[in-house]
């Protein structure tokens, strides 16, 4: 079975900082990756999504992630961070096949600091 | 497209009651849903697989006699908590997926026995 680890449970950044979310996943086949992104009492919004082809991937809100296969990682990036993008960050990964059942990683509270 | 609808989105309920939780595909057939369950500050923990016309799949741990799923439709799954108690109270989110790498988030059903 799939499993994720992200490695922080929370993140302080300043404001128009760079920021790197790190996510780290095991499985025994191929999988998809996701980051998800929850605000305080909301659902979760997709913010991008590995399937297949180039291993970085932009989404949306100026995010990006790059899915790295020997180190079995896709660290969720931002250049420049605003204080919008305070929220809780949720990286996933399903199996290619079978159920494809999207397990999730423990998030990242990512706060942003004036 | 690919949204999925949940209801209620909040419900309080007396202790030793019934609840149920609906999550209809809005504009596609959702052969597969999840449901998922969230405590406070803490990730989405996946409860069960429920698949269309046969029995859910719950993963370990998970009482299947109190957390009962039905898919009797490619359009509707629903979450049935039964004899509800305190320590049941959380947030309770579907998904559905759609073709590969494709997941919808309902959003989310706060649940609160008293």
């Known amino acids: 079975a799939q499993s994720v680890t992200q490695l922080d449970s929370q993140v302080p950044v300043f404001e128009e900082a760079p920021v790197e979310l790190r996510c780290n996943y095991s499985?025994?086949?191929?999988?998809?990756l996701f980051w998800y992104v929850q605000y305080p009492n909301q659902g979760l919004q997709l913010l991008l999504k590995?399937?297949?082809?180039?291993?970085l991937v932009k989404g949306i809100n100026g995010f990006e992630a790059e899915f790295n296969k020997s180190q079995t990682s896709f660290h969720l990036r931002k250049p420049s961070v605003h204080i919008s993008d305070t929220a809780e960050y949720f990286c996933?990964?399903?199996?290619?096949?079978?159920?494809?059942?999207?397990?999730f990683g423990q998030g990242t509270r990512l706060t942003i600091n004036p | 497209g690919a949204v999925v609808s949940q209801h209620p989105s909040r419900v309080i309920c007396k202790s030793g009651t019934s609840v149920k939780i609906e999550c209809r595909s809005l504009?596609?057939?959702?052969?597969?849903m999840f449901w998922y369950r969230q405590f406070p500050k803490q990730s989405l923990m996946l409860m069960a697989t429920?698949?269309?016309?046969?029995?859910?799949?719950?993963e370990q741990g998970v009482e299947k006699d109190k957390f009962l799923i039905n898919h009797a439709s490619l359009t509707l799954s629903t979450l049935t908590v039964t004899s509800a108690h305190p320590e049941d109270s959380s947030f309770y989110i579907c998904?559905?997926?759609f073709g590969a790498g494709g997941y919808t988030f309902g959003s989310g059903t706060r649940l609160t026995v008293v």
């Open positions: 499985s025994s086949v191929s999988v998809y």
């Open positions: 998904s559905a997926r």
């Open positions: 996933a990964v399903s199996d290619t096949g079978g159920a494809q059942k999207l397990v």
């Open positions: 504009d596609f057939q959702a052969t597969t």
């Open positions: 590995y399937l297949s082809g180039s291993t």
């Open positions: 429920s698949n269309e016309g046969s029995k859910a799949t719950y």
